[in-house]
């Protein structure tokens, strides 16, 4: 089992920055990929940003430019930095993990950011 801590969401206005993590622990042996989702109320989830290990990073396509993954190998956790956030950006933010080999996935309970117009 992986147990996902996630911090750093809240409130921010439009224009504003937010910078989450999201520290693993437990049963961290074999970990790929890390990284976050999104799910605003009435939407699907989607891809916010992922970084396989020791490989590029991925985004999804409304990032734009304006958010950073980066990856802490020593400490097990990644941070986004989120700039120039709109209200878009509203949703909760979850973390998510994988392993090599057995592919298990293993995700956090979410982190609320809410961009303000």
């Known amino acids: 089992q992986v147990d996902l801590m996630e911090s750093g969401g809240g409130l921010v206005q439009t224009g504003g920055s937010l910078r989450l993590s999201c520290a693993a622990s437990g049963h961290i042996v074999n970990i790929n990929t890390m990284g976050w989702y999104r799910q605003a109320p009435g939407k699907e989830r989607e891809l916010v940003a992922t970084?396989?290990?020791?490989?590029?990073?991925q985004y999804g396509e409304f990032v734009q430019g304006r958010f950073t993954i980066s990856r802490d190998y020593a400490n097990n956790t990644i941070y986004l930095q989120m700039n120039s956030l709109k209200p878009g950006d509203t949703a909760v933010y979850c973390c998510?993990?994988?392993?090599?080999?057995?592919?298990?996935?293993?995700w956090g309970q979410g982190t609320q950011v809410t961009v303000s117009s």
């Open positions: 970084i396989p290990k020791y490989r590029p990073a």
């Open positions: 998510y993990v994988d392993r090599f080999y057995t592919r298990a996935e293993y």
